[in-house]
């Protein structure tokens, strides 16, 4: 059975949010020489790896990608090999934090800024008590990345999460891969700041009626020209679909 479907040239795994889950948890067990580098992709990242080498090159090599935003699972619908549901970085943040609270996981939460560092950090201690918060920095640490390396590398969590935004979290992760010790290592872009109360995720009936893409350009408009990227998917995507 193909697990995956390939859209636009990126990979995008078909495992349920569940089912990643156990794939994640079965990672932690093994003994791997890199980190676990999961991705959650929207049609931005997808439109960026069209356009630029390295991110190709990211989405090649990635353990997982995983559908992140209903434009991803429209497309695979046309590509006639449909994902059965998103997997978004925030939802797959939540249900690790859950889960790590069950089984003691240990994670390190890198990038935001400091005040929403510190605010997430704590919302977690309180929500999921028994988790590990292995350690913390804020995502403006250019000056003293190496500190900041040896501080991950010396606390060694099970999971690296970076919040420094799409794609510069991808492109770092890449690039540090082989000097970092963590066993799995996801870029979760604003989830922090939803955490920390910063920023409001769209309200559950948006997200049902799959507008949550909208729902973020009418409360964050500065981001409309990311968004650009949206129509340019789908007709680049639905093209391709209908050429296969
Ligand atoms: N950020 C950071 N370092 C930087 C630039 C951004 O830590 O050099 C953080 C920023 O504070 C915010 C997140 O990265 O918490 C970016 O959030 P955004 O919503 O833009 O990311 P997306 O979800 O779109 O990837």
Redesign the pocket.
């Known amino acids: 059975m193909n697990n995956k479907v390939e859209i636009l040239g990126v990979p995008f795994s078909k495992l349920t949010m569940k089912e990643t889950l156990d794939l994640l948890e079965k990672t932690l067990q093994d003994n791997q020489d890199k980190p676990f580098h999961l991705i959650t992709a929207n049609p931005?990242f997808v439109v960026g790896a069209l356009q630029e080498p390295i991110l190709e090159e990211i989405a090649a090599e990635a353990d997982l990608i995983t559908p992140d935003g209903i434009g991803i699972v429209m497309a695979s619908r046309w590509y006639g090999d449909p994902v059965p549901e998103r997997v978004a970085?925030y939802d797959l943040l939540l249900q690790l934090l859950e889960e790590g609270n069950r089984k003691k996981w240990s994670f390190y939460f890198l990038?935001?800024?400091e005040e929403?560092s510190e605010l997430a950090t704590d919302k977690i201690k309180e929500r999921y008590p028994n988790l590990i918060i292995a350690g913390r920095h804020?995502?403006?640490f250019k000056d003293k990345e190496a500190e900041v390396l040896a501080e991950i590398n010396t606390v060694k969590p099970d999971f690296l999460i970076v919040?420094?935004?799409?794609p510069?979290?991808e492109v770092w992760i890449h690039q540090k891969k082989a000097f970092l010790h963590t066993k799995i290592a996801i870029?979760?872009?604003?989830?922090?700041?939803v955490i920390a109360g910063k920023?409001k995720r769209a309200p559950l009936f948006w997200q049902k009626l799959n507008l949550e893409w909208f729902y973020r350009l009418i409360s964050?408009p500065s981001?409309w020209k990311?968004q650009l990227a949206l129509p340019k998917f789908a007709l680049k995507a639905y093209i391709a679909a209908k050429k296969k």
């Open positions: 931005e970085g990038g935001s800024s929403v804020n995502g403006f919040a420094l935004g799409a510069r979290q870029g979760v872009g604003g989830s922090l700041d920023v964050q981001r990311r």
